[in-house]
């Protein structure tokens, strides 16, 4: 047992430099040869959203909300969510939201052992092998869909040709202290959450993190790093999402960026991948708000 951790734990590190673009990913894996079709896609009937939430009910209701909210009129969404039946607040308020009958959003909550959701690979591949869309969002439960979201990103993913797109501009908010009101405020509202005097514009450079739209039939085939073990492995915390950068270079492609309005995150200082109240924690949330203030500037 300890030889095969340590022989994941080295495979994990080698994977950080072949994902650099010291060599092509289909030099060792079953690898797309080309990341622009030939059959460009038509207009999109599904689209899945895969979000995990570990103790971040807080931010996931707002999320929720805002798909609510907007509720997308030409486009199916499965909304699918990977949680812990342990994290209580989360669970209930899953529970409630099933309540919400809605005419074009399923909701697809799955629950999973907590090792498993710390590691967010394994329930993004889970997603990616089963999805039924024409195109699966990988994003985080802290990010917002607004009223032109799925307008926009429809007509965006209408005749794409790339396998991998990303929506280029967003908006966030400044970084938020745990006990700022937005995330402790009894009655929420998403749409005012982006409104705010401290929310920026900001642009993405390539599909990382919240941002990561893939077509369907490639999700199906290669999943999200399904032949990279060491990132179907649980972990006993929450862990550093290194497989986004990994999953782009066995896709052979940083994205192609798109216009999708609307689009909001809600940034905050606390990180649910580190131990509370640790001399490590705290010094991450010290540098976190260094680093804010300087890019306010």
């Not at 959203?49 to 997308?72: D, F, G, K």
């Not at 669970?91 to 498993?116: G, Q």
Request: hydrophobic share 35%; glycine share 4%.
């Amino acid at each position: 047992m300890v030889l095969q951790r340590k022989t994941l734990a080295v495979q994990e590190f080698l994977m950080r430099f072949a994902a650099s673009g010291l060599m092509p990913a289909n030099w060792l894996f079953d690898a797309p040869r080309e990341v622009n079709l030939e059959q460009p896609a038509g207009t999109p009937e599904t689209i899945e959203i895969v979000s995990h939430c570990w103790n971040y009910a807080h931010l996931l209701q707002y999320q929720i909300q805002s798909l609510i909210e907007n509720e997308p009129a030409d486009v199916r969404v499965i909304y699918t969510v990977f949680y812990a039946p342990e994290d209580a607040k989360t669970t209930k308020l899953l529970r409630s939201t099933e309540k919400n009958r809605l005419k074009n959003i399923d909701w697809n909550f799955i629950p999973l052992d907590a090792p498993d959701l710390m590691r967010r690979a394994i329930g993004r591949n889970k997603a990616a092998k089963s999805t039924v869309a024409d195109w699966i969002w990988f994003t985080d439960c802290d990010l917002l869909f607004g009223k032109d979201t799925f307008p926009s990103l429809v007509e965006e993913l209408t005749g794409q040709d790339n396998i991998l797109v990303f929506p280029e501009t967003v908006l966030r908010t400044s970084l938020l202290d745990k006990n700022d009101e937005l995330l402790c405020a009894e009655r929420f509202s998403a749409s005012d959450c982006m409104e705010r005097d401290c929310v920026k514009s900001h642009q993405f450079e390539k599909a990382t993190g919240p941002v990561q739209i893939v077509r369907g039939d490639v999700a199906r085939k290669y999943g999200y790093c399904d032949q990279i073990r060491c990132y179907q492995q649980p972990k006993e915390r929450w862990v550093k999402t290194y497989e986004d950068r990994t999953f782009r270079w066995l896709l052979g492609t940083h994205g192609q960026p798109i216009e999708v309005e609307g689009v909001g995150i809600i940034r905050h200082v606390e990180k649910g991948r580190y131990h509370k109240r640790s001399p490590f924690s705290k010094l991450r949330e010290a540098n976190r708000k260094v680093k804010d203030k300087l890019l306010a500037r």
